[in-house]
């Protein structure tokens, strides 16, 4: 059964960093690409990034620059490091990995940037 978790979200002021985990249970996390996906309140879910297997990454406009992610097989574990947080990035942040035909998703973490 595969199952995600993310962790690392809270409050943060405006400018300040935070660093999410997912971890993943159920797959060959070595040979799939993860993704980072967030949801604003009352906006659609968006894309943040991916990393593949080879730990090429792709981010989205609104957060190149601010946002890295990373990957650890041995801990079968990605990283979404954000820094330079803006009130606009709100949202709870979602991991995901498509799998066998279905895609799977965490229950999300709540970043909330406020001053």
């Known amino acids: 059964q595969v199952h995600l978790a993310e962790s690392g979200g809270g409050l943060v002021q405006p400018g300040g960093s935070l660093r999410l985990s997912c971890k993943a249970s159920?797959?060959?996390?070595?040979?799939?690409?993860i993704g980072w996906y967030r949801q604003a309140p009352g906006k659609q879910r968006e894309m943040v990034g991916t990393i593949t297997s080879g730990s090429k990454t792709n981010y989205a406009d609104s957060v190149k620059g601010r946002f890295t992610i990373s990957r650890d097989n041995t801990r079968r574990t990605t990283i979404l490091q954000m820094n330079s947080l803006k009130p606009e990035d709100t949202a709870v942040y979602y991991c995901n990995v498509p799998f066998r035909g279905s895609d799977y998703w965490g229950q999300g973490t709540q970043v909330t940037v406020s001053s």
């Open positions: 159920g797959i060959n996390f070595s040979i799939n690409t």
